[in-house]
């Protein structure tokens, strides 16, 4: 296809598709005449990707293209691509190295590795550091960070894991693959959230909700 | 306590907490001549809250000081003030009302409150929309959004709420249950996105990861 059904069927204006192009998020399409190329289904699939990323996601353009170079590096086999594609994910604050909240969250998060199990060679620093800053965030506020409260999440986080991974089965080649990993990633991050905040809604509403005397007077 | 040691215990400048005491999100000390007040714990705790809400949530001071006014109504029971609080804490995208998108995401989220046995009245309107809106994107770009997909995360949602509401027992009051409440719900995000991606890594590298023959050769 040409240009302009590329931006029909994609929803990207052909500006901003000629952008991602310079920017070299975009494979170039195959050369038809000096002035003309040819899309082909590959072209959606990554710009769906990239609207994922960029447009949903809010990640700057030079990070968005780090995750595209990564995820593209065939020399590497899928589970390091997707590693690295998710590394590039967008960094939250970094964790000050001096901060004794620091250094205390790092003992509860080394405990929660250790009874998941988890393989310290397979944890992405990025998000590693963020849980880190996250951690001592609630340490620093004086809130509860404990093993007890995050093992719940981290099941959860688990399970959701192993529920994401087999949402890739359909797709086909490991390219594939690796771009619905990072764009569903990215994507059901506000599903996960918005989801929460619903649940915890309900909850509240089934344990005080109705058992309050007062409710009726309101 | 005077302002110094208010400041020097939560560790926020007292230029700030004047500027929080201006803006109405600090509740003012009790004045012990014209030119001096004295703080108490229930500044400290909403100092706490304040930082949670603005400095680490990335509220606009109008949107904390909305959650905070929520919180502190006195004239309604706990499980509306929470809603409230939580209602007004920062909203999404809002989804487009004439969007075909959005009406076939509203399809699948009504599915899903009546698989859960959700009540429709205790869903706080601002996490709803959000959902919408992120349905509409997966459904927008192709992304798998029907209830297949979306139960694990519901269901994950609903045992961290439980975990999340045992976690304000330790609470004395309603507003110190209402303030903690609003707080953790801000502060765990970021961990459980972290852990989630942890998590992914984790079950990518027990998938793929040793499983691949190519990978002693990189």
């Known amino acids: 296809m040409r240009l302009a059904e590329l931006s029909e069927r994609s929803g990207v204006s052909p500006a901003t598709i000629k952008y991602y192009l310079r ?11 000096t002035r003309q190329a040819e899309y ?34 065939e020399e590497l086999d899928q589970n390091s691509r997707l590693g690295l594609a998710m590394g590039a994910l967008p960094p939250g604050p970094e964790p000050a190295a001096d901060d004794p909240d620091v250094a205390r969250a790092e003992v509860e998060l080394q405990l929660l590795v250790g009874q998941l199990g988890w393989h310290k060679e397979a944890l992405p620093p990025s998000a590693y550091r963020n849980l880190l800053a996250a ?7 004086g809130y509860p960070h404990d093993l007890a409260h995050l093992l719940p999440y981290a099941r959860a986080a688990v399970r959701l894991a192993e529920h994401d991974l087999d949402s890739l089965d359909p797709y086909d080649s ?35 909700g109705s058992a309050d005397p007062g409710i009726c007077d309101v």
Request: glycine residues 4%.
């Open 174 to 208: 490991p390219l594939e693959k690796v771009e619905a990993a990072v764009a569903l990633t990215v994507l059901y991050e506000p599903v996960l959230l918005s989801l929460r905040r619903l649940a915890q809604a309900q909850e509240s509403h089934r344990r005080f």
């Open 40 to 73: 082909g289904e590959e072209h959606l699939r990554r710009l769906r990707l990239i609207r994922a990323l960029i447009q949903i996601g809010r990640m700057p353009v030079a990070t968005a293209r780090e995750v595209i170079t990564a995820l593209q590096n």
């Open 23 to 33: 920017e070299q998020l975009l494979q170039p399409g195959a050369l038809v005449s």
């Open 135 to 141: 951690l001592a965030t609630l340490a620093r506020l």
